[in-house]
């Protein structure tokens, strides 16, 4: 069973920077995609970004690009999401998510089969 735990929401003004992590447990991700998805209030539940385990390979929705990197540590199984020059329109429950099937990447939700419980990220105006 994979066991998804992310960290390091918060509150940060416009502008500034916060790292998000998310550590996967019960399984290595060698041969898997690790995606982040966010969900705003009263919206659907929207892709983020997404890396290729191996080899590193990485996607971006358009509204994060430039802004936002993903970025993975092997040895600790966990995957990164660095937020840059954050926007109001940020703000949102952030998951992290595994895709098991090898050598994909992608932005489809339904690809994903395990999910973390999220992380509540808040950016001010």
């Known amino acids: 069973q994979v066991q998804l735990v992310e960290s390091g929401g918060g509150l940060v003004q416009a502008g500034g920077s916060l790292r998000l992590s998310c550590t996967g447990t019960?399984?290595?991700?060698?041969?898997?995609?690790m995606g982040w998805f966010r969900q705003a209030p009263r919206k659907e539940r929207e892709f983020v970004a997404a890396?290729?385990?191996?080899?590193?390979?990485?996607y971006y929705a358009d509204s994060v690009k430039g802004r936002f990197t993903i970025s993975k540590d092997d040895a600790k199984n966990t995957v990164f999401l660095q937020m840059n020059s954050v926007k109001p329109e940020d703000t949102a429950v952030y998951y992290c998510?595994?895709?098991?099937?090898?050598?994909?990447?992608?932005?489809?939700?339904?690809?994903?089969?395990?999910w973390g419980q999220g992380t509540q990220v808040t950016v001010s105006s």
């Open positions: 019960g399984r290595a991700f060698s041969n898997y995609a």
């Open positions: 998510a595994a895709d098991l099937t090898p050598g994909r990447v992608s932005g489809y939700e339904n690809h994903y089969a395990y």
């Open positions: 890396i290729q385990w191996s080899g590193g390979g990485t």
